[in-house]
């Protein structure tokens, strides 16, 4: 027999953030009545403060507790696994809705068969526009923003104000089609945090299957209140390595570093 079907599964991973998870949550269950067949599933990667009590009235969610930190990926291929929607919405605990624009992006991406996964623009938390949306990675893209002062390499906000397509969209809010999701393998488990979506997109993009990005829809990003119980503010950038040798390989992850490296020493000169 089956597994019965929702029209969405809404995974959550999160860890040691207890107060902003449960905003996340009420301000989904707030927003998203107008998508009835619907389940929010909420993975704790082990979180030792209050996040257990803090979501246990909540009594739409279903919640499963992890031993220790496992990384994003992993958590968010258990919350999968468990899942039954027929589209999949990765959101990062830290994301809060002011509206239901979420809907309008949802209605939209299920009337287009083309579109394998979608992405909502992200605010600040006081509303000014956030770049969530990457161009591709590459050596050519680096030298241009990092030596001839062009946007190419760094996360940007596309100008237009209609939905678009883009080469990469920022995990923190990933809105798939299911079958979309198992044709590319997953999110890869390799990546603890950071770089795993890019990596998504280009397994999507190799599928020659489209990715848009959806103005219109704007979800607050308290940007970085899990990554920053890992790292202090200065030293956050080194924990983007390991993801990015992963992503390009040593010899472009070094070839990188050095583009950027020696353009940051030029120009102090």
């Known amino acids: 027999m089956s597994k019965p079907s929702v029209d969405l599964s809404i995974i959550i991973v999160t860890w ?77 605990s830290d994301m809060q809705l002011i509206d239901d624009s979420l809907v309008d992006m949802y209605t939209f991406f299920i009337r287009q068969p083309h579109i394998a996964a979608i992405g909502p623009m992200f605010l600040n938390p006081d509303r000014t526009p956030q770049p969530s949306v990457f161009p591709p990675q590459t050596l050519t893209n680096a030298f241009k923003e990092y030596w001839l002062n062009l946007p190419a390499f760094s996360k940007y906000l596309p100008p237009s104000s209609k939905p678009q397509p883009v080469y990469c969209i920022s995990g923190g809010a990933f809105l798939i089609k299911r079958s979309d999701f198992e044709s590319a393998g997953r999110w890869d488990e390799k990546y603890f945090f950071y770089y795993e979506d890019l990596d998504l997109c280009r397994r999507l993009y190799n599928l020659k299957r489209q990715i848009y990005f959806y103005p219109s829809c704007q979800i607050i990003h308290h940007h970085g209140l899990s990554g920053q119980k890992l790292a202090s503010p200065q030293t956050q950038w080194k924990r983007l390595i390991p993801g990015s040798i992963i992503f390009h390989g040593h010899f472009i992850h070094y070839l990188l570093f050095a583009i950027i490296r020696t353009s940051q020493i030029f120009k102090k000169l």
């Not at 803090?54 to 220790?68: D, E, M």
């Open 16 to 92: 040691n953030t207890a107060q902003v998870t449960r905003r996340c949550l009420l301000s989904l269950q707030k927003y998203l009545k107008k998508i009835p067949r619907k389940e929010i599933i909420v993975i704790d990667n082990g979180s030792t403060d209050n996040t257990r009590s803090a979501l246990a009235a909540l009594s739409f969610i279903k919640y499963i507790y992890r031993p220790n930190n496992f990384g994003f990926s992993s958590s968010c291929n258990l919350g999968f696994s468990h899942s039954i929607g027929r589209s999949v919405l990765f959101l990062n």
